[in-house]
């Protein structure tokens, strides 16, 4: 170990490198490690000397300043050896024979008499293996470069954990990972940041590194200059750069995230492009770019810091402007080029968007900060379809809503089609709750003549709708079908067969919600629109599941999962984790069911604000409650209540008190029956039949009146059977079985819970409890349909009088009220949410309980 340095501090990690270096040392003769400054060269080719097999010796050319200098270095590594002439000669010599590690430490700025010295060493002594580290790889025959990467970020916090003494916990401490993880597992970065610990706090640390090359500074004695601080690492490499890879260098700091070649070449439109290949090349060996070879087009990375540099020096020299101009055309042509994709191929639109991201970002913000901002705005308007669809949506919100700004009061195609990108990524970012931009969009589109922006916001405009008026709702999604159909926009003219399939659902109009989302499905997949297709295919889930198909349920909630997750943003994908755990749960798969939302609970409780996924604290809430945690289940329903758009009628909202109901039940009844109540209400006032039914539902579970609470049952119970909700038809017949064995009618509860067992079968549900009895099995014998006539008929033969108001059932007497105030009978079909016919069957009902013979002769009888 002749003269290899002492390690003065402990070594940290880099298990895993040393592996490497080992493998890499016993299978060739020349090694070089290869970096850039800062990057634990020294220490790793320290370390690998020290668990070397054979006698290592070290040769330091740092303090070199002349490259004849080389050869007389590296023989005075060998200590006494001496020669007056010929000192290459006579050091092969000696070594001929012998197995020995030479390590050449710092050959970057003495690179060519570095080679030559090394290069006749190895042809002169076989046994000799030799180690380098420099900033670029030597270029001699059979050289391994090993190019030292970043220090893993489990290894950045413990080694600065170490050098600070771990003052305070560091190790532990969440600003100090992050801050490690903003200096890119740079060992020197890390190491000067450190020594900061006595001084300042780790938050105070972490934000000084916005000036990084200001804080990193104070290296330890001893060692070279240039590595005593950042700016001096990077100085020295900067230095030797020629003065044609330093413009490149600083050029190419514009880039964020990386870059490929032809991106460069359009950035330096006035070099050749073969020249600025060569320049890249030779930036890469040097240490100063890193090439990722793996994909279909290499990929070229600057170290933040580098970069950071980098940009420092080109803003200096006056450049800078010019550049980020450049830079901000050059991405403007891409996203505009790839835009054919958005109809064609979206996920092919989305990766390639994505891969470059961070520089379009880059350029958005650049351009909207010039004096004319009509290229940030116009880049700007290219990208709502990745905000839309990815985890960057509050971003995009924000740099949409200052490019509108930028634009207002302008009535130009522009502002228009910005307009409409805000709406959209409104749309699934934030309740906007009936106030959104998209009618505004629509406006403005319809004015200037942008006719694809005017379809797509009125299809978004459809959506703001959901929350007050379905029935305007439906018309705007047909008003953007017809459009999208004359203009060939298939994501239009299928969105809003879903969007139309959404209101019909909401109905409980399932067969047809069924044909439109199946349609609409079918229309968005081939094409890549996942997003709205995963909506689709949850809600078709949730639809399949009412009319008892649970099975296939659980597949649709799948695939919506499915089609979501490779978007990885949260609405969709919570949207689609609440789909499943809700069909999974109702399957009585409970374990299924919170798997599938466990991933997205540590989301909305660690990401801030909280992602915008419309029913997933309801769903959470159920859970809780189904597990008997009511405590829990309220805290998720509470979270519900809360909309920010602030529209009473926000469709989310009752389903959540009607969960609080059911948790408060026991605790509050007055709080439970006002959270039903309003639910109730909401469930009118929208039309939404499993709404209104699932509130009676619940007041017959508040109502401690036998008779009241079998009344509310009974209209649940009609609600969803007109509309065939049959799983909730089996959860109101198990109720009004349980009421009639309240009531001494064991005969009816027995025949009823038979039934519902053979309804529990046929939907693959887990079997109820309870003993087999006759009456019981007699029961199984009626099908779903046939309980339900059953119950009806049970109830009318011993509930109530024949005669007199008395006798009118709950559904009759609404009728009828209608009726009295002049609404003909499909308005009191559309009101009360059932069919023509049955509208006319009760009022028959009600004219022969009554004594009369028509509508006129209802007005006049009085109630007792």
Not at 150 to 167: H, I, K, Q, T
Not at 325 to 350: E, F, N, V, Y
Not at 746 to 774: I, K, N, Q, W
Request: proline share 4%.
């Amino acid at each position: 170990m002749d003269g290899v340095p002492l390690e003065l501090t402990g070594f940290i990690g880099r298990g895993e490198e040393l592996r490497a270096i080992g493998a890499a040392l016993g299978s060739a003769r020349l090694v070089s490690l290869v970096g850039p400054g800062g990057c634990g060269k020294t220490r790793l080719a320290i370390r690998a000397a020290r668990d070397a097999d054979e006698d290592a010796y070290w040769a330091d050319l740092s303090a070199l300043g002349d490259p004849a200098a080389v050869a007389e270095a590296v023989v005075a590594a060998f200590g006494a050896l001496r020669a007056d002439r010929d000192p290459m000669g006579v050091l092969a010599s000696q070594l001929a024979g012998r197995r020995i590690l030479l390590c050449v430490d710092n050959c970057e700025h003495v690179l060519e008499a570095a080679a030559d010295v090394v290069g006749e060493l190895l042809r002169s002594c076989p046994q000799l293996t030799v180690l380098c580290t420099s900033r670029e790889a030597l270029r001699l025959p059979g050289e391994v470069v090993w190019r030292v990467p970043p220090m893993n970020r489990e290894d950045s916090v413990r080694l600065f954990a170490a050098r600070a003494g771990d003052l305070g916990g560091a190790a532990k401490d969440p600003v100090v990972a992050t801050a490690c993880a903003r200096m890119e597992g740079m060992p020197l970065a890390v190491e000067l940041a450190a020594a900061w610990s006595g001084v300042l706090s780790p938050q105070e640390i972490l934000d000084g590194l916005d000036d990084r090359f200001r804080l990193l500074v104070r290296g330890p004695h001893g060692v070279a200059a240039r590595h005593q601080t950042l700016a001096a690492s990077m100085e020295w490499s900067h230095g030797l750069l020629e003065v044609s890879e330093r413009l490149l260098l600083q050029r190419l700091s514009v880039f964020r995230g990386g870059f490929t070649a032809s991106a460069a070449q359009a950035l330096c439109a006035d070099e050749e492009p073969l020249g600025v290949l060569e320049g890249l090349r030779r930036l890469v060996e040097k240490s100063l770019l890193t090439a990722d070879t793996g994909g279909a087009v290499t990929r070229f990375r600057m170290l933040e810091t580098v970069r950071e540099f980098a940009e420092q020096r080109l803003v200096e020299a006056g450049a800078s402007e010019a550049v980020r101009d450049r830079h901000l055309a050059a991405c403007l042509s891409l996203a505009r080029s790839l835009r054919p994709l958005i109809d064609t191929d979206k996920d092919a639109w989305r990766a390639a968007v994505s891969g470059e991201y961070e520089n379009l970002h880059a350029a958005i913000d650049w351009g909207l900060s010039r004096d004319d901002p009509s290229g940030g705005r116009s880049l700007a308007a290219e990208l709502p379809w990745f905000w839309d669809s990815s985890r960057r949506g509050q971003e995009g919100l924000a740099l949409l809503r200052k490019a509108v700004a930028l634009g207002d009061g302008e009535r130009t195609p522009l502002q228009a089609r910005l307009l409409t990108g805000l709406a959209l990524v409104a749309d699934t970012n934030e309740s906007t709750a009936g106030a959104g931009p998209a009618a505004e969009a629509f406006a403005l589109a319809e004015e200037v003549g942008e006719p694809r922006s005017a379809a797509l916001a009125l299809a978004l405009a459809a959506i703001d709708r959901f929350y007050d008026d379905l029935d305007a709702a439906r018309d705007l999604a047909a008003d953007a079908r017809e459009r999208g159909v004359r203009l060939g926009d298939g994501f239009v003219r299928d969105s809003a067969d879903v969007l139309t399939g959404i209101v019909c659902h909401m109905r409980d109009d399932h067969r047809q919600a069924a044909a439109l989302l199946e349609a609409g499905i079918r229309g968005l997949v081939p094409r890549g629109d996942r997003e709205v297709a995963s909506t689709a295919c949850g809600l078709l889930a949730i639809s399949v599941a009412h009319g008892g198909d649970l099975h296939r349920a659980v597949e649709l909630a799948r695939e919506a999962l499915a089609l979501a997750e490779p978007l990885g943003d949260y609405h969709r994908v919570g949207a689609a984790r609440v789909a499943l755990a809700t069909v999974e749960l109702w399957t009585g798969r409970r374990e299924n069911a919170w798997a599938a939302v466990t991933p997205m609970i540590r989301v909305v409780e660690e990401v801030e604000p909280p992602p915008f996924m419309p029913g997933f604290c309801s769903c959470v809430g159920e859970l809780h409650l189904d597990a008997g945690d009511i405590a829990q289940a309220v805290g998720w329903f509470e979270r519900d209540l809360v909309n920010p758009g602030g529209a009473a009628g926000h469709l989310l909202t009752p389903q959540s008190r009607l969960g609080l109901a059911r948790a408060l039940a026991r605790s509050d009844g007055a709080g439970a029956a006002e959270h039903a109540a309003v639910a109730m209400r909401a469930g009118r006032e929208l039309g939404m039949p499993r709404l209104l039914a699932d509130a009676f539902e619940v007041t017959g579970l508040l109502e401690t009146d036998r008779k009241r609470a079998e009344d509310a049952h009974h209209e649940a119970l009609a609600l969803r059977a007109e509309h065939g909700l049959r799983l909730g038809c089996l959860r109101s017949l198990e109720h009004l079985a349980g009421l009639a064995a309240a009531a001494g009618s064991d005969v009816e509860s027995a025949r009823l819970l038979g039934a519902c067992d053979r309804a529990r079968e046929e939907f693959g549900l887990p079997a109820a409890e309870g003993d087999s009895t006759p009456e019981r099995e007699k029961g199984r014998s009626m099908a779903l349909e046939e309980a339900v006539a059953y119950a009806r008929r049970a109830r009318g033969s011993r509930a109530r009088p024949s005669s007199g108001w008395a006798s009118l059932t709950p559904t009759e007497l609404s009728v009828v009220e209608l009726a009295v105030t002049g609404m003909t009978n499909p308005e009191i079909a559309g009101k009360l949410f059932m069919s023509r016919a049955t509208v006319k069957t009760h009022l028959s009902h009600a004219y022969a309980k009554l004594g009369v013979a028509n509508r006129t002769q209802l007005g006049t009888v009085e109630r007792g």
